[in-house]
């Protein structure tokens, strides 16, 4: 049965339609919606339901109204329609900053799945001291931001840095790995990267061990390669998991403040600034909160269709 | 946010700022003005006067000063004070929603141009009548020369100087001898010894634009009122554009260009500039009295402060912060409030006199007092800088106000003065672009 037929029996079967039959069941009747049974449903599940909203919905709608207005941290202001998102929309700063949240994204995404993809296959082997291994490698997610943030800035920040002394040492001259703006953005992505892979370390590990082995000892046996092991079993295998963790790394990283704020704090001259960093500033230096949430809510929005795109891949690789 | 340059104090608060601003990011959604205030809540807690105070020196401060609020005795009738030690990181969030919930203090220190945002609001209490009376007890004569002056906005005072943050010219003693520079009277003076400087592969222009780092706005304006400029007109309107702002943005350029300043130096934060100081690879720089000490190690005795600068049209000048005590509309009793300032005032010395690490002391009697007097860069800041130094008001006036906090720390300073320091470009355009950001 292919994947079309058994995409196409699901949907018929969610219909109330047999799988080889055709039109309504036999038994189809139109349901009653409200019975005693679901208004007593309804009355028990209401109080959860008041509870998501006022602690999702609630902050969601108010910084939606926050949004149209010209307010500070201090009064909610007039009410000034969408030109907070006007002028946030015609400000290269913000999509100079949209430009380099993709990229920053984009590279926090795929460079850590890649480095955690590679060792969680590395580890997949029975090596000496693995689980020491594992929990090394884990100490990149585990420690605080603001520690690791230091440390790094402390191993690249001035021309005494561990780092550049190495770099000069190497003929490369003085490097300066923070204050030149494409070396800044290339240390920001890396430092995104080296925090972000024992996150995609465990995901993966976690989707290959569900992985049966003799998948894979029936393939060698027919001669297949390393490399077409990955690309025929272990990349499908994986998708599911792959699309996730794909998932929550990009909100990871479009939401992802300090990073970027503790390093750089978006220079030099806004070349490392992303759009969380920008809604800050906007909003707690700037105190101008209507622009600050404007970018905040754009940021969503955009997070949102991702998401939901991503979401929609995994249902699919649920359904093949 | 003046005061957020070069305490020992200012890193940590650094690193708590931007870790509570992760947190304070992911709840943009809820944040914002708190859009009506409510009622309720008064200043005093009750019957009581909140006086809320900041973490201003080392450990030894907030101890000392609650000791010292606690001692107050009030006089029949009036309320008791209160303390609390409220912390930099997010402090402005804490004072905007307390304030605008009327859950605040009554009598508050804070961010260098946090009165006048409040003051904008409605929400201060005025302090004429406070200065006033001290007219007859010696305590308004105290205050150092123009000070008082600083806090007038159009309704009255709003606010008292507490303590000063000043940005003034130090140097490595050492290295300049090594060098055989001469110490800069004026800005061919200082190129001539940043050229020697260099000769030692040492950079004569340290300063810090980096995360959380203010220093570098703060003498790329003090530069401007160096030469006569600055960056709002007598209209408190923003007027960046200016010949005298250019020639000294210009000069700043110079030294860019001729390798005199560290090219990290666009995103160092307080931290690296320590460092470079520590490790002897500046030979000059701009920062706050602080520094020596922030410093620490054999190299804080070789820092020493130099002779404000003159400019090329014959002004001296430089930036400073009379960080402040505000009181609040919102207090369990006004003549409390100012019973409580009074006394807080004629008792406040030792702050100084212990050392607790509190910036320059507002109070001509206490800058006389022997414990001030042992420390001679203090006493040089207090003698030959104070006097010249001006607020970000400058050059249009004195006083501060509202606009003000358009530069205080702002996106639009730091993103100006990384360009400078990168030359990345011309004096005119940065200043444009300034305007432009200022004006939007």
Redesign the interface.
Known sequence: MSTETIARSLRRARSGVGVAGSGRPPDARPRRLWTPRTITMAALVLPSIILVLLLNAYPVLYAGVQSIRDGDLISAGNIVGLANYESVLTDPVFWQAARFTLVFTLVGVFGSWAMGMSLALLLRRRVPAGGVFKVLLLLPWVVPVVVSATSWNWLVATPQSPLPILAEALGFGRVLFLANPLLAQITVCVFKVWISFPFMMMMMSAALASVDNNVYEAARVDGASGAQLLRTMTLPLTAKSTYISWILMTIFCVNDFPTVFLLTGGGPVNATQTLVVQAYRTVFLDFETGPGVAIAFLMTIVLVVISVVLYRRVRKVDIE | MSQRASKATLSRRG?LT??G??A?????????????GGNGGSGGGGDSLKFWNMPWGGTEFNPSDKEITEAYEPADGLPPAVYQEIQWA?F??TF??A??SNTGPAVSSGGGTQAF??ES?G?IAYADNLLESWKENGLYDDFLPGLIDTMKVEGGYAAIPYNLDMRVMWYNTTLLEQAGAELPTDWPSYLAAAEKLKAIDVYAFGVG????SFTGSHIMTSFMINNGGGLFNADHEPDCVTDRNIEAMEFVLEMVAKGYV????????S??VQ??WK?R?FGMGWDGAGLASNVGGDVAAELAVNSPLTGPNGDQGALHFPNNIMMYTNTPSQEGSEAFLTYYYQNMASLWTEHTGIGLPPLKSIADTPEFQSDANAVKIIDEWQPISKTWAAPGSEALFLGV??VD????M??FT??VL?G?ATAEEALTTLQQALE?
Do not use: E
Request: glycine residues 16%; hydrophobic residues 30%; negative net charge.
């Open positions: 690193f931007a870790a601003g992760a304070a990011v992911s709840a943009l959604t809820a944040c914002g003005g708190a859009g009506g997010n402005t969030q905007s929603s304030v605008a945002l409040f609001q929400k634009a980096g995360s959380g560290d090219p990290g130096s666009v995103t160092y934060t931290d690296n460092t470079q490790d690879r906090t358009d720390g702002t996106p639009a730091s993103t990384q360009t990168s990345a939007g």
